[in-house]
């Protein structure tokens, strides 16, 4: 059974830099076409894609928020982190972590199938 | 950069059909997803590559997606399917999200 399970610091003060780490289970990072993507949604609002990662180590960003963040992952510890840098009060919101799947042997088109229950980050001086 | 536009709300009777609609720039040459996501609770997918449905989501439950709009089709609506719904699409290798969708059941 997939599962990951998201982790972070409850309360960030302005310009600071957020560190969260998404733990998984019932798969590993270095299984042949694998992903994880973060995606965040601030209260009442939409959900926002952020970044995702494959077991190739291929990444990628949202255009928006690019310069500020920074995926990566540890295979041994299963786990993927997400830095996030110069936070600010709009970054107030609940962070998801989500499974990757592909649809094909070539990965043409993949999909986020199994999210984590999320962690909600306030950012606040 | 590439938008999806949904309505923000949509009302059903229980026991019939609901439509949410999803709208982009030539969506039906992308493929679309669907997540429902109930209060306070993380999304779940019910619909991928337009029309698949993941295992354990009821046959209730199917998409459609052509020109430029996907759609999400609940048949038999029930009470439990009264959430938030969100569309999704892949532009360039990055995800896109609509603004959600709230299904009222009364």
Not at chain 1, 59 to 80: A, E, G, P
Not at chain 1, 85 to 105: E, F, K, R
Not at chain 2, 84 to 92: P, R, T
Request: with cysteine.
């Amino acid at each position: 059974q997939v599962t990951l399970k998201e982790s972070g610091p409850v309360l960030v003060k302005p310009t600071e830099t957020l560190t969260l780490t998404c733990t998984v289970s019932g798969f590993s990072l270095s299984s042949a076409r694998v992903g994880v993507s973060w995606i965040r949604q601030p209260p009442g609002k939409a959900l926002e894609w952020l970044a995702h990662i494959f077991s190739n180590d291929d990444k990628s960003y949202s255009t928006s928020l690019k310069s500020r963040l920074t995926i990566s992952k540890d295979t041994s510890k299963s786990q993927v982190l997400l830095t996030m840098t110069n936070m600010d009060p709009v970054d107030t919101a609940t962070y998801y972590c989500a499974h990757i799947s592909c649809s094909s042997a070539t990965c043409t088109y993949y999909y986020m199938d199994v999210w984590g229950r999320g962690t909600t980050v306030t950012v606040s001086s | 950069s590439y938008e999806l536009t949904q309505p923000p709300s949509v009302s059903v009777s229980p026991g019939n059909t609901a439509s949410i609609t999803c709208s982009g720039d030539k969506l039906g040459d992308k493929y679309a997803c669907w997540y429902q996501q109930r209060p306070g609770q993380s999304p779940v997918l019910v619909i991928y590559q337009d029309d698949k449905r993941p295992s354990g989501i009821p046959e209730r439950f199917s998409g459609s997606n052509s020109g430029n709009t996907a759609t999400l089709t609940i048949s038999g609506t029930q009470a439990t399917d009264e959430a938030d719904y969100h569309c999704q699409a892949w532009d360039s290798r990055t995800a896109v999200f609509g603004g959600g969708t709230k299904l009222t059941v009364l």
